[in-house]
């Protein structure tokens, strides 16, 4: 059975490179049937963060990325890379290295000098006994890495890569402290783990055929590799918070729907034909990690937010709703005290790109505009519309009933009776219900915002257009 994992270090927000390879691995597993872990990669314990543990477990939850084992974290293994630890040591595989810092050093700038790649000199690789000068009393643990050979990684996405012995140092796996670094860990976790392929970003490329000896000391095959390539700003430099929004939790309080960002973040990389909008469950038929482009591709916020205007568009009303409500919330608004959030969504659906721009253009179905927009207000709550707001108001309250089409009748009525095209009774409805000239259909906004709320909207917006001020408005 496939396993895959997600293993973030939480250093940081979740950005949106990190959601890209969860979410790769996420479809290939749900794809085959798999299983998908959750590793929080927290060993760095200076850099690692419990609010940055939070943000990933959040995003996760929000792009509905579910694990089916985990979270688990690597500061809670230490005993289990202890005994692997303790194994390659018995067995000759690692050594303890007992170079200090200066000689490493020292070593190091004469080779640089020599023109030479600076590498391990493997002074302690055959010792039997601690040498006798320039002694770390904290020695470190190295892997004994073959001198000779090479090592192919049999990438899924790059295809073959071929790495030489001769350039691989004899990693360090245990610091002086005894903690173990980062590709041992990796490699212990991914095989008690059962990781069947590891699906990451190829910034770990060159880790990998250091990881591929590991596995053969502990004696496992290893897993398939697949190395994602990694993601660009628009100037062609690798993806960072200089080119805009990065986190994936920035991108839900700007108003994105999650599988709109999913969408984005899959097609960047892989496709399918020339279709652009997918859902999560087409996405989970048509999606392998074979078909995903080797070369790095670059991040385009403006087809993010298109995409996200294709799924608001297309989502189902309720489901909208559930993500609007928040935003409401955030304004002060009681979406249960006005008119049903869904009805109010599939008046919006096709008029906004963000949820942002849907709960602000829909405050007003909530709540009385605080002010007329200014410009709207001086072009149509003049004292010529004033009656034609009044005769409205009249006819609505005596309507026998308060649908969509008789609002229409009244307003199409008004129009002929005053001898002016319909906008001109439409227009001047629209600024005293919402304050502005943007909203759904007048009848549909109407009947949305119900009879007694749009009859004292529409008086109130009527005696305005008469006040003297407005007639001189510079006095
Ligand atoms: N923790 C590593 C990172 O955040 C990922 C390690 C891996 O996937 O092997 O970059």
Redesign the pocket.
């Known amino acids: 059975m496939i396993r895959t ?5 939480p250093t940081g927000y979740l950005h949106i490179g ?1 959601a890209r ?1 969860a979410l790769y691995s996420w479809l290939y597993t749900r794809r085959h049937g798999g299983r998908f872990v959750l590793r929080i ?1 927290d060993t760095d314990r200076e850099r690692s963060t419990p609010e940055a543990v939070n943000a990933i477990l959040e995003g996760m939850v929000w792009l509905g990325l579910d694990y089916d084992e985990g979270p688990f974290y690597q500061t809670e293994r230490y005993e289990r890379y202890r005994e692997h630890l303790q194994r390659l040591l018995e067995e000759g595989q690692a050594y303890r290295c007992y170079c200090t810092r200066e000689r490493l050093d020292r070593v190091r700038a004469e080779q640089q000098a020599r023109k030479e790649k600076p590498r391990y000199d493997g002074r302690c690789r055959d010792l039997s006994a601690p040498p006798s000068d320039e002694v770390s009393d904290e020695p470190v643990v190295r892997f004994r890495t073959p001198l000779e050979g090479h090592v192919v990684v049999d990438d899924a996405i790059r295809g073959k890569v071929q790495f030489h012995n001769s350039e691989l140092d004899d990693l360090i796996i245990a610091r002086g402290d005894g903690t173990p670094t ?1 590709n041992f860990t ?1 490699v212990v976790d ?1 095989l008690e783990m059962g990781v069947t392929d ?1 699906i ?2 190829d ?2 490329l060159n ?1 990998t055929p250091r990881q591929i000896h590991l596995y053969a000391a502990l004696g496992v095959e290893p897993p398939r590799f697949a190395h994602v390539p990694m993601i660009l700003g628009e100037d062609g430099k690798r993806l960072s918070k200089r080119h805009g929004a990065v986190s994936v939790l920035q991108y839900r309080e700007e108003g994105y729907l999650p599988e709109a960002l999913l969408n984005y973040l899959v097609r960047l990389g892989w496709s399918h034909g020339d279709q652009e909008v997918f859902t999560i469950d087409e996405l989970v038929q048509l999606f392998d990690i074979d078909d995903v482009n080797h070369s790095a591709s670059t991040f385009n916020p403006s087809k993010l937010l298109w995409l996200n205007q294709q799924h608001i568009m297309h989502a189902e009303p309720a489901h909208i709703a559930r993500h609007l409500a928040p935003f409401l919330s955030a304004r002060d608004v009681d979406p249960t005290e006005g008119p049903a959030l869904e009805a109010v969504v599939r008046a919006q659906q096709e008029r906004a790109k963000t949820l942002v721009e849907m709960a602000e253009a829909s405050l007003f179905f909530y709540r009385r505009p605080a002010a007329y927009d200014e410009k709207a207000a001086k072009k149509n709550l003049t004292s010529e519309s004033a009656g034609i707001l009044e005769h409205c108001a009249h006819r609505f309250s005596g309507l026998p009933s308060w649908t969509g089409e008789e609002i229409h009748a009244v307003v199409t009525g008004a129009a002929e009776t005053f001898d002016v095209k319909m906008g001109k009774v439409a227009q001047p409805l629209r600024v005293a219900v919402t304050g502005s000239t943007v909203s759904p259909p007048i009848d549909v906004t109407l009947e949305l915002l119900g009879r007694d709320e749009t009859v004292a909207r529409v008086e109130a917006a009527a005696a305005w257009a008469q006040r003297p001020e407005s007639q001189s408005p510079a006095e």
Do not use: C
């Open positions: 994992r997600f293993a973030p270090s990190g390879t990669e980062y990796v991914d590891v990451r970003g910034d770990h880790n």
